[in-house]
């Protein structure tokens, strides 16, 4: 008997690779993708693990699939810079198991540092692509990359981006295949990648291209609809569904298998209609193909490359306007009530230094009033970013910051680097006890795996003692004593790292007694507003309110408040 779930286009991939057959699975959290491992560890088949990087995650997930089994990878679209090592050698060895490398690209940046089209990926790698428009079409492509994978002998990326990724559908689900696993046997020339070797594999990989391009004409994936013949459009993705939405007479060649091209379906496609459009998101990747094959096509302006494409923007893509950009009128993003990054920077900032960031909540820090978060670029980046910019500016001028779970997955290596070359000052790591930003997934300085079990905690001090660093002290968030400690850590003729320790308040639901306000004493100066906490603000009537219901005790406004407005409730 068949079962309907309402499943995200995450949810629904993971569970098309379960009942595909999946066993094992390998990932670093990061939104949109994070959910696609949450939600394999549910089942007790898959061996779903978080690795402490992509780059690792990558290859824990190719040795299950050179072992014998059916194995999966998945990252964001950033994520994927990390594993290009072995995605590309692998493009070589080809596969055992059946192989799928997920990737959630992230246009609208929603949650990421760029905009990044991974289609140029697929063909920069010389790996099949597949791409769903919609959840119920992430779960049937999952079972659809395994059989082409294993056709193919070849790892098969499934990208979907944030709108497929996070939108949710009904889908009809079914049972578990279990699938025999294959035996392993040694091979040399598969899977040693030394030059000769890797050159002999190199030509078979071109061939291997040809073939699968004559199986992208062949797939029902790659599929022509023909109504008004006035108007055709070429698109992959979400964007064929934005484009049907806003012209549902037009004839369509849906994309779904995008990498190889589909060269005969493309060129059968333009013979049958007048005007002809390519709709994609961000880069012209379907576009450039079919001008390369001498075909006219109607170009989008430049302008939208940039941004999440819509029916309305599709519209004057065929009007040939160009893209106007709207004012951004959301929230304004802020940490947390009581989150104790934000006792960090209010230090930071008395102390008026410079600050290489990280990828974290603790990004947050960049933002009015705190603005004490000076560089951000990918993760780990804070560290390495320290150490020449300490040596340049002077020495007790410069910190790192950095988060637990980020440490981990890069930190520890640009320490290693600073400590090698000699730097000296500080580097902060904000330990929260969980990989906050992306929905607090666990990390190895947790102790506790992807299946919430038990395990191994890394010892962060031990680490960073390892790694080279002269001093490792420890500190509470909200000790009285964490602005003069950093300063001193900052002037010391040392590498030395502080970890600052504090449990996320909204993981943990840590709540302390509320500080007591009395409006009488209050003299609207606006200091305890420089924290940017959610929880005190200026009401209507431009009169400081602190809101006990969001309030979670902290106690940092009480330090700003020179006049007793603000005190601690035991007082």
């Not at 670093?28 to 560890?41: H, N, Q, W």
């Not at 050179?66 to 090592?85: E, F, T």
């Not at 780990?380 to 340049?392: C, H, L, N, Q, R």
């Not at 900052?490 to 409006?519: G, M």
Request: aromatic share 8%; net charge neutral; glycine share 6%.
């Amino acid at each position: 008997m068949k079962t309907t779930l309402l499943l995200s286009g995450d949810e629904a991939l993971a569970r098309g690779a379960y009942e595909a057959g999946l066993k094992a699975a390998a990932a670093y959290p990061g939104t949109p993708s994070t959910e696609i491992l949450e939600y394999l560890a549910k089942f007790p088949e898959v061996d779903a693990k978080w690795s402490v990087n992509e780059k690792t995650a990558y290859e824990v997930a190719l040795g299950a699939s050179v072992a014998g089994v059916r194995s999966m990878y998945s990252s964001k679209h950033v994520g994927l810079n990390v594993a290009m090592d072995p995605l590309m050698t692998s493009a070589y060895t080809g596969i055992n198991g059946g192989f799928v490398v997920v990737v959630a690209d992230d246009p609208q940046m929603a949650s990421s540092q760029n905009e990044q089209d991974n289609r140029l990926i697929a063909k920069f790698a010389k790996l099949p692509m597949l791409e769903p428009a919609s959840p119920k079409e992430a779960y049937e492509m999952a079972r659809i990359a395994f059989e082409v994978s294993e056709k193919f002998d070849t790892p098969v990326i499934i990208r979907i981006t944030t709108r497929v990724a996070h939108t949710k559908e009904n889908v009809e689900i079914g049972e578990r295949n279990e699938i025999a696993d294959k035996p392993f046997t040694p091979n040399a020339p598969k899977y040693v990648m030394v030059p000769g070797y890797a050159y002999k594999k190199h030509i078979a990989l071109e061939a291997k291209l040809l073939e699968m391009a004559k199986y992208s004409d062949e797939t029902p994936l790659n599929s022509a609809e023909i109504n008004d013949k006035s108007l055709g459009i070429i698109a992959d993705g979400v964007s064929y569904l934005y484009a049907k939405e806003a012209f549902p007479d037009a004839s369509f060649l849906k994309i779904g298998f995008t990498y190889p091209f589909c060269d005969e379906k493309i060129k059968n496609f333009a013979k049958e209609v007048k005007d002809l459009y390519v709709i994609e998101e961000s880069e012209p990747f379907i576009e450039e193909h079919v001008r390369q094959l001498g075909i006219p096509v109607k170009a989008k302006d430049v302008s939208y490359r940039i941004g999440e494409l819509n029916s309305t923007l599709v519209k004057e893509i065929i009007e040939n306007k160009k893209k106007i950009e709207k004012p951004f009128t959301a929230r304004k993003p802020v940490l947390c009530p009581g989150c104790s990054h934000r006792a960090v920077f209010y230090a930071l900032k008395n102390l008026k230094l410079t600050v290489s960031g990280d990828i974290g909540c603790y990004t947050l820090g960049a933002l009015k009033p705190l603005e004490t978060l000076h560089t951000t670029v990918c993760m780990g980046a804070s560290v390495t970013m320290f150490e020449s910019m300490s040596k340049i500016l002077g020495r007790g001028k410069v910190v790192g910051i950095i988060g637990d779970s980020t440490f981990v997955h890069s930190g520890v290596e640009g320490l290693i680097d600073a400590a090698y070359n000699g730097a000296k000052g500080l580097v902060i790591i904000l330990d929260n006890s969980n990989t906050a930003m992306t929905g607090s997934q666990p990390n190895p300085a947790t102790g506790v795996n992807a299946k919430g079990k038990k395990t191994k905690r890394l010892i962060l001090e031990d680490i960073c003692k390892a790694a080279g660093a002269d001093i490792v002290e420890t500190i509470n968030a909200f000790a009285d004593n964490l602005q003069d400690k950093i300063k001193e850590l900052t002037d010391k003729d040392a590498l030395s790292v502080l970890i600052v320790k504090y449990p996320c308040r909204l993981i943990y639901k840590i709540k302390d007694p509320v500080p007591k306000f009395n409006s009488s004493k209050c003299v609207t100066c606006g200091a305890c507003l420089q924290i940017d906490c959610p929880a005190i603000y200026k009401n209507k009537e431009g009169k400081i309110t602190l809101d006990e219901h969001l309030c979670t005790g902290c106690n940092l406004c009480v330090k700003t408040c020179k006049f007793g407005a603000l005190a601690k409730k035991d007082n």
